[in-house]
Structures are given as structure tokens and as C-alpha cells.
């Protein structure tokens, strides 16, 4: 399947490589076509990897990966263009975090909306999927490194079809064991609000290696 | 030991009968010197059970654990009467829900605040510890009950002293295997935003049993 993956973070490269490695085709999208970061990862991660512009990565996926800086969201599905995402799973990975203020950040948008709302209205005609904002890069594409899988993801979007997808992916080329289906897009206001707590365990624990799980 | 419970409630009513249970006098307080709930619950409880109002039950304890409704916790504070909270350890588990626009609730505080650190700037002589605000109150008081106790309590306070004598308490009465401490008053801000996903979860699972755990 042809999967678009804005963003050439470590979010990014985490999911495009792990869907390049899964057999899919990922095209990497960046604000500028000739992205150094992109093009190294295209080198590296072989012929099922491509590289362009946010709208030239759009227009390639079948599924779109929004793996940008939560603050940079909205510009880059703009670039993408409304029409290169529509009636697609896009998936929002993203994150409202504030770092104006310095640390610990706080959120630009919580409470009684979220970011993949935001997104959604900005862009109805996307299948938005909020999901795996919760946890670190490495385990989102790999959650056996941790207790072999035993904890969870959550899941938030308005169209089932679109959340079936979503999991399909996480289960069978993550393998991911459990993800939770919090609901329609508002629940993603529920996870959007755990990074306050997940920012605060990882400065007790020092680093990133952990996840929630719902013990029940 | 001497305990204060303010909050006739669900909450109250858990945690002034485990501490009952396990030895400690417990009095319950509430807006009304002659609460009826407070005073069917002394009847059951035996003889280390009382009841008043809030300022009759802050005087008596040594320890104070507050337990009523988020948007009723500071003025259940100024009821009791700050001198009768000066030095003590003051257990805040209440949450800042706002049920004033319907289900969900949002919270009426959130992100760059908490209701533990409102509560702290309003009786800076109290030394606030947030814990359990994550859960429901029948495993706030027997963790055991789920999991044999594998799940977490989330600790917030910025007396170290006070932070060891609510752990002491958690772990000793309550049965708690593990309580994180996140560090100072401020991380309130993270346990308190768990609660739009705890809602959300309680929506999907249809039941209040289950709990946070932090697989690493």
C-alpha cells in the first residue's frame, strides 16, 4: 500500500521506516522538496522510499501519516492540500504541545477541544484517526520492546471504516495487541491531555521507555 | 492516628471506612454539623468513627483528606478553617470536573494550573499532597481488587515529609503496591488531565474497575 508520512522527524522516520520495512511504499513529505533529512532516509531505507514536498507526499498516499510537530500540523496539511487528502485515513499523530513558556510545555489547544478536532474541521472531507500521540517513537512501531506488547494504544476518529484501517496497521505491521477505541474524535481530547502526565514521568524516570496500559 | 475526612460522599465514605478498618479514628466532615449520611455512616462504623462539620472534623485530625467534589473543595477548606489545616498533611483528591455543559465533563481548571496548586496558594500552610484522583474509590482503598494490586497511584506534592506519610498511609493501610511520585505540586496538572480519558474510558468499558498502570 502507498502510505505519505508528512513530517521527517523522528516520528516520521520511525513510521515510514517501519512501513517500508512491513513492504508498503512510504513517500516522505517535507515543507521543501529537496529535504536533506528525507533524502538521507530515502537512501537508507531503499526502494520503497521516496521523498517530496508535503503535497507531492499527499498525493502519492493512499493513507497520510501527520507526523509533525503539533504547532506545525495545520501548515503542513495545507501544503498537502485539502484535495490530496480527501476521503483518505489521515492519521494524526501530533501533539498540541506549547514550548513557549519553557519547560515542561504546556498544550496550545486542550480541554474542550483537541488538535485532531482542529484538523478535522479544517479538512472535513479526511478520515482524521487520532491515535499512538501517546507514547515514544520507538515503541509506537515496535511495542513488543516492552513487556512483549502488554500495554496499549488508544484510537479517536468519527468514521469506523477509517478507525478499522487504522488498527489493522497498528496490529499487523506494528503489532500492536491491544488498541483501545475511545470513541469519536473528541476522546482525542482525553489523550491529547495525557502528554502533561507523560512529560512528567519521563523527567522521573529519565527516559522514554514507557506506556500506559488500562489494567482491568 | 487521627483523621479528618471531609466529604460525606462516595470517596469520603471509602476512605474515612478503610482507615476505620484499619485502626485509625476517622471523623467525617461536612457543610452541616448534623449531616445524615455522616451520621448513618458513624453508626456502622463503630466506635473510631465521628462526625461534624468541617471545621469540628479538620480540628480533630491530624491528617486531612479532602474528598468532596472538585468546584466544593475550597470552600469546604475556608469552612474548615485554615488555622485547623496549618502544618498538617492535606490529602486533595478531588478533581476539577465541570459538569455545568454536560456530559463529559471538562475541568474548570487546567493545563498551566490545578486544583491542587489552587488549593495550595490558598492555604500555604497546609501541606497538599494530590493522590488518587485517578481512580474510583473502591480501589483508592483496595488496589488489591484489581490485578492483585499491578497498577499505579500517582503522587504530587511539595513536602517531601508529607509525600512520605501519604505513602506510608497508601502502601501500610490502603495496600498500595506502587505510588509514583511525579515530583512537586505543579504535575497535579498531568494526573488531573487524566480525567477526560478516565471518563472516556468508563463511557467504552461501562464500568468504573480499572486503573492506570505504567508498564517500563
Chains 1, 2 share one sequence.
Not at 498516499?61 to 498537502?80: H, P
Request: net charge positive; aromatic share 6%.
Amino acid at each position: 500500500m502507498k502510505h505519505a508520512v508528512l513530517g521527517t522527524g523522528m516520528v516520521g522516520q520511525a513510521i515510514a521506516g517501519k512501513l517500508v520495512a512491513k513492504g508498503h511504499q512510504a513517500r516522505m513529505g517535507a515543507r521543501e522538496a529537496r529535504n536533506e533529512k528525507a533524502a538521507v532516509w530515502v537512501k537508507q531505507a531503499g526502494k520503497n522510499a521516496s521523498h517530496g514536498s508535503y503535497a507531492d507526499a499527499a498525493a502519492f498516499g493512499e493513507v497520510v501519516w501527520l507526523c509533525t510537530k503539533g504547532d506545525g500540523s495545520l501548515d503542513a496539511l495545507r501544503a498537502a492540500g485539502a484535495a490530496n487528502l480527501e476521503g483518505k485515513l489521515l492519521v494524526d499523530i501530533s501533539n498540541p504541545l506549547d514550548f513557549s513558556k519553557g519547560m515542561p510545555p504546556s498544550l496550545f489547544v486542550s480541554n474542550t477541544d483537541s488538535l485532531g478536532e482542529q484538523i478535522q474541521r479544517a479538512f472535513p472531507e479526511a478520515k482524521v484517526v487520532k491515535t499512538l500521540n501517546t507514547l515514544t517513537c520507538s515503541l509506537m512501531v515496535d511495542p513488543a520492546q516492552l513487556a512483549g506488547g502488554d500495554h496499549h494504544a488508544f484510537m479517536s476518529g468519527n468514521d469506523a471504516g477509517a478507525k478499522q484501517q487504522a488498527t489493522a496497521i497498528l496490529k499487523g505491521d506494528f503489532g500492536w495487541r491491544e488498541v483501545i477505541d475511545l470513541g469519536d474524535l473528541s476522546t482525542a481530547r482525553g489523550t491529547e491531555s495525557l502528554l502533561p502526565l507523560w512529560v512528567r514521568l519521563y523527567g522521573v524516570f529519565g527516559n522514554a521507555s514507557f506506556n500506559f496500559k488500562i489494567v482491568r
